[in-house]
């Protein structure tokens, strides 16, 4: 499997076999010089020898091989990183000795000439170009420092062959990539390789052979029907009268064959390890009722939840639902009617979670003076003066500033601010 290497080792290879189609057919010294330069670099100002310049200016996933394993690398039921595959555009230019353009025109028919006879680079072909193996002789087309890059770029194991094949761009693209590089136009050809494949560095994971499939080796069991023989959950719903989820309040959670459930597991973003709930009510086959208990470390946002379910020989985990756990604002202070205005919520926040206060359409980040507090103050001198309806924004979850009981629903007093303009 090709390294990191293998684009050069690409770049070399067309070097090589360029190199050595112009001494086969036009003779020793006819092409001087063999550059792998930017456009703007390629050709100096005073210098005048005939010149080949391989430039490589776009390098593509290739969408064959981008998500494909490794053949011979990653056996069914191991999972292995898929190689990067690239597809890599050159674009060949000739210029002839003192600018001569029927110079210039014949060196790049000789290379197009290669490139067509060449529409493969094989593993004999590079073995030919690093002339270590007996049998090859070194032309000394390339020094040993690239010869040395290309024997470590490991093309010559790629499991899949590299291509060559002319690559047709408009007149629109061809300005485009010499304006680019605001440097006069000369004759070109444009090829694409395809397809390098550099070898991921991370480890396959490969994991033990299954020696028993269930109890007795009796295999999967199967069931008619659309109950699921295993227990899971199908929604996560409100008490009556209970209009969003928060701290020391109720959820209920609904599925199949909960009847043996004895924990209820809540994980959380910010949280090492998730809290777990013992206090279930109302278990039934169906149905489970459990109290968000104000003892535990609860944090605003989002949770994940999951039911242990207690069989003759094993716990069986649910599907994971979930659930947003709303923060309650209990408290607004706006001493002296400055420009500091502080809430105290529940539950506390805790550094590395987004919290924000939100006054009408604008929102005040808060900066955490310490790693988990419940009572937040926020710099307001920049809010236009007015009365504003509250809400604290945690992790996504906005606190409700509503009262369901009143027909039609109000916002409730206390979660209201009266801002004053401030005067230092």
């Not at 981008?66 to 898929?82: A, H, I, Q, S, Y």
């Amino acid at each position: 499997m090709s390294s990191s290497q293998a684009i050069a080792g690409v770049t070399i290879m067309l070097e090589f076999l360029i190199k050595e189609g112009a001494l086969q057919e036009l003779g020793s010294g006819t092409l001087e010089i063999v550059t792998t330069k930017p456009l703007d670099e390629a050709r100096k100002e005073g210098q005048e020898k005939n010149q080949i310049n391989i430039f490589l200016y776009q390098t593509n996933p290739n969408s064959a091989w981008r998500n494909l394993d490794m053949p011979n690398k990653v056996k069914p039921g191991e999972t292995g990183k898929p190689p990067l595959a690239l597809n890599l555009y050159y674009l060949i230019t000739a210029y002839g000795k003192d600018n001569e353009d029927t110079e210039s025109q014949t060196l790049l028919g000789v290379a197009m000439r290669v490139l067509h006879d060449h529409p493969l680079i094989r593993t004999y072909d590079i073995d030919r170009a690093i002339a270590k193996k007996p049998g090859f002789i070194d032309l000394g087309l390339l020094d040993e420092s690239k010869k040395k890059l290309l024997e470590d770029s490991n093309l010559a194991n790629q499991i899949e062959r590299i291509s060559v094949t002319p690559n047709n761009l408009s007149i629109e693209e061809i300005s485009k990539l010499w304006g680019t590089f605001q440097t006069q136009y000369r004759i070109s050809a444009a090829y694409k390789v395809s397809v390098v494949l550099i070898e991921s560095q991370i480890p396959v994971k490969t994991p033990l052979p299954v020696l028993s499939r269930g109890a007795d080796d009796r295999g999967p069991g199967s069931q008619t029907g659309t109950i699921p023989p295993l227990p899971s959950l199908t929604a996560i719903k409100l008490p009556q009268n209970q209009f969003y989820f928060t701290v020391g309040k109720d959820l209920i959670l609904e599925g199949y064959n909960l009847e043996n459930s004895n924990e209820v597991h809540c994980g959380h973003p910010h949280l090492e390890n998730p809290i777990v709930l013992t206090n279930l009510e109302e278990v039934s086959a169906t149905q489970i009722r459990v109290t968000l208990d104000g003892s535990m470390q609860w944090l605003a946002g989002f949770y994940t939840v999951t039911v242990h379910v207690q069989e003759s020989d094993r716990t069986r985990i649910t599907n994971s639902m979930t659930f947003p756990l709303v923060p309650e604002v209990t408290a607004i202070t706006y001493p002296d009617r400055g420009n500091r205005l502080t809430l105290t919520c529940n539950p506390a926040v805790k550094e590395g979670q987004e919290v924000a206060l939100l006054l009408g359409d604008l929102a005040i980040p808060y900066q955490f003076p310490t790693p988990k507090s419940d009572r937040l103050t926020f710099n307001v001198s920049k809010v236009t003066p007015g009365t504003y309806v509250v809400r604290l924004r945690v992790d996504g979850v906005d606190s409700v500033p509503i009262d369901f009981t009143k027909q039609p629903p109000q916002f409730k007093e206390d979660q209201k601010v009266t801002i004053e303009k401030f005067s230092s």
